[in-house]
């Protein structure tokens, strides 16, 4: 599997490998969630504690669904790659480009956040503190646009906004009109428009109109190497937040219970800013 997605290079192959390790560990994992009901009949200092786990766990499952979620894609764009599908390689990569955005807009400072809080969460955890309620709002927040948006909704928070604005976040800072083009490149193919339908013909002025059906390889292959300079950015602004975040709920473990299988067999050393947030953690966990 891994082999034909060397598409992407080096960072592309990375990411499989660590993806399909977790996808495999995680089928079936529980996650425990305390109800309103059974929240309003603690003690004050239970209620909070148990509304601290409630916070780590919505973090975790946030995390792992998507992570799950860019696999799947990723999966689609290899099977497309191997199969020599342009059509479908466009549309999984289209799938992929939009997750990796939503997971950006959300979590990108998911593990940031936890380690600036880690006093917080371990007074809460401890029952030596108070609720942060306005801490608390924030992520929850978070969570319900992340799981819950869609483009109509009552509650403003919950309205997903448009699939151009996720795409400017991602990109920014980062070869923002280059990722914007790749988006509306895709766009222009998966629609079904006359650039989806000159895959499939040429035209010669002198020898005329030809069917062609044997240059998926090549298209892939030629996409993959236009876009090759923003395709680890993608990768890795869609996949290292959730890693990070999980990596962040794991060194609580020692006062949740909370864990995420498989994630310390991943050397997050090597993701920008998760030593700094590691050793914030740790000063309490």
Known sequence: ???????????????????????????????????????????????????????????????????????????????????????????????????????????????????????????????????????????????????????ENTSRHLIAKSDASYIRKLGEGRNDNLIYECYSELCEITHPASSSLSLFYLFDENKGTEIKTDNDANYINSFCEKYKDIIPVILSRGINPSLLALGSVNLMASRTSIVCPGIEKIRLSAIKGWEQDKAKIKNYF
């Open 1 to 151: 599997m891994t082999k034909e997605l060397s598409v992407f290079g080096p960072t592309g192959i990375t990411y499989m490998e660590i993806l399909k390790g977790l996808h495999d560990e995680w089928s079936k994992t529980p996650l425990y969630f305390s109800s309103d009901t059974h929240l309003e009949e603690q003690e004050p200092a239970e209620k909070i504690r148990l509304s601290t786990l409630n916070v780590l766990e919505n973090i975790r499952l946030s995390a792992m669904i998507s992570l799950l979620r860019n696999f799947r894609w990723l999966q689609g764009i290899n099977s497309a790659t191997v199969s020599g599908n342009y059509l479908v390689f466009c549309g999984a990569f289209r799938g992929f480009l939009l997750a990796a955005a939503d997971t950006w807009f959300s979590m990108k400072d998911f593990s940031y956040s936890l380690a600036n809080s880690a006093e917080v969460f371990y007074k809460q955890l401890t029952k030596n503190s108070g609720i942060q309620v306005a801490l608390f709002e924030e992520w929850e927040k978070t969570f319900q646009h992340f799981l819950l948006a869609k483009k």
